[in-house]
């Protein structure tokens, strides 16, 4: 066992000529293929799509519900222990001599801004607001929905969808990834976190199917955060001024008004990515990590400093404390009134956000991987899982703390809890200010809403490039990243159109599930690749590759 060397050679074919050159066609057309079907079908027959993918979301979520849970702690447990074993620990993703590419604060950025930077200003205050009002101990009857008693349990399930669990599953991918690319010399690609399972096969078709699954869950995952995004970029813009024809009646936004967004957002992201990522994606990162930390003082300043603090603090005690349990709860609807409503919160909540961080998975997990080249395993498990999730709490308590402390103590009535989750924030400004500062702050918010999505995008874009050329990581062909960009706005745009972000979030769900297989399989091929290279280190055998 362990008695040579692990396969340090994964042979992907390329095409060496035409519009395919450097690129695996067995990946790049069938993944084109897949997107752009999903595509004409919710263009062309937009009631018939809706109703397959509905049907086909109840029966994942139904059959499905446990596995998500039950992977998903997994996932979080698997890199906690690794980082805390003195030997998986300190090993480094690369060679002995190999130094961190960037700065941690641009490598932070970076993952910040890819993995979740989006979902923080549409949710940092519309989650805490959803669970403020009800959750499972509402729901059980341990709390008041809405009473000053549920503020704790509002923070703990914020909390376990945007904590560690959540960064889990983008820092096991990236650490799969990198692991087997800088120490192995594998091709920066799905299909070689899987090498210590299959072997040299994954050259073939199997290693094919992996990574065509990992592109289509990368664009379903990347799709249902732009698709959050451009919802609120679209309020952001009618907000300050640009025009009421960029929403309807109801407050969701015009046909028109998505169009123009997704323009302006996929435009630049695209124009972003042919520059690759040491050069737009770090200075828009550098960017918006910028602008958030500004947006942040405000709300600790100005915004419900004490509730924040509080909220802050009982509710990292309580998350943690309930952790265990939290991992491992799964809810079965059993024809009472309580278990079915507890089953369904479940299903509409967790559920869907583990699906949701697994199609995100491959794209940030590729992306951590070509960030975080020469950290040791332990460092990157505290930069890519505890530090982003302290830096959401925070977020969730002084930004969406400031929304509930307003509604509790009467100040905003029901004008955040009333809006829709795409304009809480906005509303929340209002409130607080008035006049030109209000205006300048909302500006503000698009700006960096902009900064975000883009980043998002261009980074997805060059990911799904990465993944078609065989694990190339510099930016190549330029036919590829525009049809990428032009390929992510219609999934978008058609989706958003025919349900809304409900129809996004139905084909996110769907297209997750294949790859949490992926990824549990990962899981199973890292542990036995530690495993064999502390018996290689102890023997004298060849564990790492031996030139850069």
């Known amino acids: 066992m362990a008695k040579k060397p692990p396969l340090m050679d994964l042979h992907i074919p390329t095409a060496d000529r035409g519009f395919y050159s450097g690129f695996s066609k067995s990946v790049a057309i069938p993944s084109k293929i897949l997107v752009s079907a999903l595509i004409v079908w919710a263009i062309a027959v937009p009631q018939n799509a809706a109703s397959v993918l509905n049907a086909l979301n109840g029966a994942i979520l139904k059959s499905f519900a446990s596995w998500y849970i039950y992977v998903a702690a997994a996932f979080f447990l698997l890199c906690i222990v690794l980082a805390l074993v003195p030997f998986t620990g300190r090993l480094k993703l690369g060679r002995p001599d190999d130094a961190p590419e960037f700065s941690r604060f641009s490598w932070f950025s970076m993952m910040f801004g890819a993995g979740i930077g989006v979902g923080m200003l549409t949710f940092a205050t519309a989650e805490p607001m959803y669970h403020f009002a009800n959750n499972p101990n509402v729901i059980m009857g341990q709390t008041t929905g809405s009473g000053a008693d549920n503020v704790t349990a509002a923070y703990v399930w914020s909390f376990l969808h945007w904590g560690f669990s959540a960064w889990a599953c983008y820092a096991l991918v990236g650490l799969c990834l990198a692991y087997f690319s800088y120490r192995r010399n594998l091709p920066l690609t799905v299909r070689s976190a899987l090498t210590p399972l299959f072997g040299a096969r994954l050259s073939g078709v199997g290693g094919h199917i992996v990574d065509i699954v990992a592109v289509v869950a990368t664009i379903l995952g990347v799709a249902q955060t732009l698709g959050f995004g451009v919802e609120q970029f679209v309020a952001g813009l009618q907000r300050i001024g640009l025009g009421t024809w960029m929403v309807k009646a109801d407050g969701t936004s015009s046909t028109a008004g998505i169009i123009v967004a997704l323009i302006v957002i996929l435009g630049a992201s695209t124009l972003s990515a042919l520059s690759g990522v040491g050069k737009g994606i770090k200075w828009l990162s550098n960017l918006n990590m910028g602008l958030s930390i500004f947006l942040l003082a405000f709300f600790i300043l100005f915004g419900s400093t004490f509730f924040g603090l509080n909220a802050l603090v009982s509710g990292m005690i309580a998350y943690v404390t309930d952790l265990p349990s939290l991992l491992f709860t799964v809810w079965h609807a059993d024809g009472t009134p309580t278990g079915d409503a507890l089953a369904a919160w479940q299903g509409g909540w967790s559920v869907f956000y583990w699906a949701w961080w697994v199609a995100f998975a491959p794209f940030v997990g590729v992306f951590l991987a070509r960030v975080s080249r020469g950290r040791s395993i332990r460092e990157y498990v505290m930069g890519a899982i505890i530090v982003p999730s302290v830096m959401c709490f925070v ?154």
């Open 395 to 548: 977020w969730f308590t002084f930004v969406g703390g400031t929304a509930i402390d307003m509604t509790l103590n009467g100040t905003a009535g029901d004008a955040i809890s009333g809006a829709g989750q795409e304009s809480q924030l906005f509303v929340m400004l209002d409130l607080i200010l008035t006049g030109g500062l209000a205006w300048g702050m909302a500006a503000l918010v698009v700006v960096l809403l902009l900064t975000y999505l883009v980043t998002t995008a261009d980074s997805a874009i060059l990911i799904v490039n990465t993944i078609n050329a065989a694990g190339e990581e510099s930016p190549k062909g330029r036919g590829h990243i525009i049809f990428w960009g032009v390929a992510l706005s219609f999934v978008v745009g058609a989706l958003l159109l025919v349900g809304g972000l409900g129809t996004i979030k139905t084909a996110m769900v769907i297209g997750a599930l294949p790859f949490s297989l992926v990824m549990f399989l990962m899981c199973i091929s890292l542990v036995k690749a530690v495993i064999r290279d502390g018996i290689r280190e102890r023997n004298g055998v060849q564990s790492i590759h031996a030139e850069a």
